[in-house]
């Protein structure tokens, strides 16, 4: 039987755009489980990939599955394009405040 997984409370950090590093972003797994400093950066595709944090040689986290991250990926895409396009229209948007809710069946 698949356990579900929720992703909520992705919150994008902009940064100054700087050899394809974007920003970052923050997400709860579950409402459980907080994972924070993933680096978001564009790829010559145009879309986004995450870096998740090391310390050292150490991951401190990552997805196992692929389609776990993948999902994580594509949340966190559609969060940051629509930050994106709330900004070019001239909207006031607080980064920090910037949230969703998404879950699947993994």
């Known amino acids: 039987m698949k356990n579900p997984i929720e992703i909520s409370e992705v919150n994008i950090i902009p940064i100054k755009p ?6 970052f972003c923050s997400f709860m797994i579950d409402k459980k489980f907080y994972v924070g400093s993933v680096a978001i950066f564009s790829t010559r595709e145009g879309g986004i990939r995450l870096v998740y944090p090391k310390k050292g040689e150490i991951d ?3 997805p196992i599955k692929q389609e776990v ?4 990926t594509e949340t ?8 994106l396009k709330l900004n ?13 809710k998404t879950s699947t069946n993994y």
């Not at 700087?18 to 920003?23: D, F, I, M, Q, S």
């Not at 991250?69 to 994580?72: A, H, L």
């Open 18 to 23: 700087n050899e394809g590093h974007l920003g």
């Open 76 to 83: 966190v895409s559609n969060k940051f394009n629509n930050f």
């Open 60 to 62: 401190c986290f990552h």
């Open 69 to 72: 991250g993948q999902f994580i």
């Open 88 to 100: 070019e229209n001239g909207k006031k948007e607080n980064a920090q405040n910037y949230s969703n």
